[in-house]
């Protein structure tokens, strides 16, 4: 019997090496290099002879084709019935795409897709094989959710070998495979959930994909710090990433696009976790503006941008005396170090000291502000909540600030002042350079290009 090969490769960045090594060389992390056993060559030259494939995006044939001559209609999208999910996927579902949606336990994952599937199954030839659930876990949700189950196949395996065999002689329009960690192909010695396992899983079932034209959904595990689990290649396989996040004490479920090749990245879709399942929110910035009639210190409202759309979300800020040696900098949907960074500039150059301060700063709504425009109502909150001064409530603010101390645009900021003007603001400080000529009817907008003006403006 023939000594099995193994490799390592690194479960963070997917690099291979010839033997271990504590650190991996590409990526820098340590202990991510694990070992792998490789499939023998004559067992993969029988799997793709088998399924009579050959290529791995899916071309009928090797031809060389001169760019000019390919076909550039776009391929047609079809709905996916929930319009926040389309959103996020840049407009639909595009025939031959692989999709990948991760989340915390709980999160649902698995709600969603069930939804999807059991509106599209009526529809078109619809596919969901289940590796984790029992078929009567699913039937018993569906029920609880009032879907329509006629028409939805389903399947419970885990050999990625059966599945395809399945879906072959089915040939549905949309396939789901819940997860991606338990299935596994039976020429690959190690156990599902590997890094091999989930390697070639995934892209057995994307070749299959891209080759008949189905559109493939997976279903993938998060780690402890919210990343997709699994070596980083399965996210260069695959055509879209999706993350689904939640925390346990909100009811409310945000969808963000972390890679799309078909649409807009950090794109962002906000549902509700009800007892009938995940139903989409029309208007997200109403949920994330729900605040007190009382103005309060500390509290103030801006505009960030979420793929194609603005969105209004609510930034607070607490400075109290510090009885530490080191003052505390806690921020929650926002970057420490950013934090203290903009920090140094309001002492800089707003005069305005809190070296001795402990600082908190806290995004409404568990919203995660991944862009720069936030900078400006960061710290003119924080500026609010040391001054023991209440913000109107018809102000919003948005802007980046720099290292010495000016204002700078952000993009999309026209949008953006008449989103908050359709919400009943009056007021908005923004970038100079971010200030429309035309006037709007019923909104004040402060242009600034310092931080010191925009104190002043206060």
């Not at 309060?296 to 800020?317: C, D, F, K, N, Y």
Request: hydrophobic letters at 40%.
């Amino acid at each position: 019997m023939a000594k099995a090969k193994t490799g390592f490769v690194c479960i963070d960045c997917g690099a291979d090496y010839q033997k271990w090594q504590g650190q991996c060389s590409q990526c820098g992390q340590w202990n991510t290099v694990q070992e792998v056993r490789l499939a023998p060559a004559n067992s993969r030259k029988t799997a793709n002879s088998s399924s009579g494939r050959s290529g791995y995006a899916g071309a009928a044939d090797g031809q060389i084709q001169d760019l000019s001559e390919v076909n550039l209609q776009e391929l047609p999208r079809f709905s996916s019935t929930i319009s926040e999910f389309d959103r996020v996927l840049g407009g639909g579902m595009v025939p031959g795409s692989a999709i990948l949606i991760g989340g915390h336990p709980g999160a649902g994952k698995s709600t969603l897709l069930l939804q999807v599937l059991c509106q599209l199954s009526q529809q078109m030839p619809a596919l969901y094989i289940t590796g984790e659930e029992s078929l009567q876990q699913v039937a018993m949700r569906a029920q609880r959710l009032n879907l329509p189950v006629q028409g939805l196949k389903m399947l419970p395996e885990t050999s990625v070998e059966a599945i395809l065999n399945t879906a072959e002689q089915m040939k549905p329009k949309i396939l789901v495979v819940d997860s991606i960690q338990v299935v596994h192909l039976d020429d690959i010695q190690s156990a599902p959930g590997s890094v091999s396992q989930v390697r070639e899983c995934a892209a057995a079932l994307t070749r299959f994909a891209k080759q008949t034209g189905t559109v493939l959904l997976l279903v993938g595990h998060v780690t402890k710090d919210g990343s997709l689990a699994g070596p980083k290649v399965l996210e260069h396989m695959i055509d879209a990433s999706l993350l689904l996040e939640g925390s346990e004490d909100s009811r409310f479920r945000t969808l963000r696009g972390q890679k799309n090749r078909f649409g807009a990245v950090n794109e962002l879709g906000v549902f509700a976790m009800l007892e009938n399942g995940l139903k989409e929110v029309k208007n997200p910035s109403s949920i994330f503006l729900s605040r007190e009639e009382e103005e309060a210190p500390g509290s103030v409202v801006m505009v960030i941008w979420e793929g194609t759309r603005p969105l209004l979300v609510e930034i607070q800020a607490l400075v109290d005396e510090s009885h530490m040696a080191n003052p505390r900098r806690i921020s929650v949907g926002l970057d420490t170090n950013r934090m203290a960074m903009l920090l140094a500039v309001l002492n800089k150059h707003g005069g305005l000291f809190t070296g001795d301060q402990d600082v908190f700063v806290n995004v409404v709504g568990g919203v995660k502000v991944l862009e720069t425009s936030a900078d400006l109502a960061l710290l003119l909150a924080v500026v609010s909540s040391l001054r023991n001064q209440p913000l109107p409530h018809d102000l919003v603010i948005f802007g980046e600030v720099g290292l010495s101390g000016e204002i700078r645009p952000v993009p999309s900021g026209q949008e953006r002042i008449r989103e908050a003007a359709k919400h009943g603001f009056k007021r908005a400080i923004v970038p100079r350079a971010n200030k429309p000529k035309a006037a709007i009817e019923g909104m004040e907008v402060i242009g600034v290009t310092k931080l010191s003006e925009a104190l002043e403006a206060l």
